[in-house]
């Protein structure tokens, strides 16, 4: 971090600097772990996410990483500053229909992303940011490619109970607008069944 840049977040995984409308996304040492080992983790996270990354940024919105040689090693991704809404913030201050509408295109990309096996792995609305009517999607630290059903339905699942928890009072039809938007994915019957029974071992579960 350079004394120019500006911290704008920290998790358990990366610090979000800012510097000229720049992010980077800078990986932190976890010093429990083995100094090779704990490299050699963030060094294959770091050129995971920026593959993710770049493949998203082709299908829907999301930043597109500015790829640097130097970066993998630093464990750091620059991309582009999203300057507009985080939707866990402002999403239940939309009136209803406005609510629906952006839950049907949070569907409709995240089937542009499945359809291409991406997963995103921590689908909240608190990694989706609002800029210009259009859902920015960020953070794929927890992303990987996969073609299962199963992992899909998974990532849906996650959505789902992250629109239960943070938007509760219209959840339910909130989610009915991103299955509809959903359905624009070639295997939604699948997925969508295989979700229906993700969820059932759930509730087994307690």
């Known amino acids: 971090m350079t004394p120019q840049q500006k911290l704008i977040a920290q998790g358990a995984e990366a610090k979000i600097l800012l510097l000229d409308n720049l992010v980077t996304k800078d ?20 050129k995971s996410e920026t593959k993710l990354l770049d493949k998203a940024s082709k299908l829907i919105n999301s930043p ?73 999607f960020i953070d794929f630290g927890l992303g990987f490619i996969s073609h299962k059903y199963e992992d899909k339905a998974v990532d849906l ?19 009915k607008e991103v299955i509809k938007g959903y359905k624009k994915n070639p295997d939604a019957k699948i997925i969508l069944e ?8 759930g509730r087994y579960k307690h």
């Open 27 to 46: 990986r932190i040492p976890k010093t429990y772990r083995l100094k090779e080992l704990d490299e050699q983790i963030r060094r294959r996270r770091t």
């Open 64 to 136: 597109s990483p500015i790829i640097n040689s130097s970066q993998e090693n630093k464990f750091q991704i620059q991309m582009p500053f999203i300057k507009g809404q985080k939707l866990s913030e402002y999403l239940d201050s939309f009136p209803l229909a406005k609510q629906k509408q952006l839950c049907k295109q949070m569907g409709e990309s995240i089937a542009k992303l499945h359809s291409q096996d991406i997963i995103h792995g921590d689908l909240t609305t608190s990694n989706m940011i609002l800029k210009e009517k259009e859902i920015h």
């Open 157 to 175: 699942h996650l959505l789902k109970q992250a629109l239960e928890a943070k938007h509760f009072k219209h959840w339910e039809a909130l989610v």
């Open 194 to 201: 295989r979700l229906t029974a993700v969820e059932k071992r």
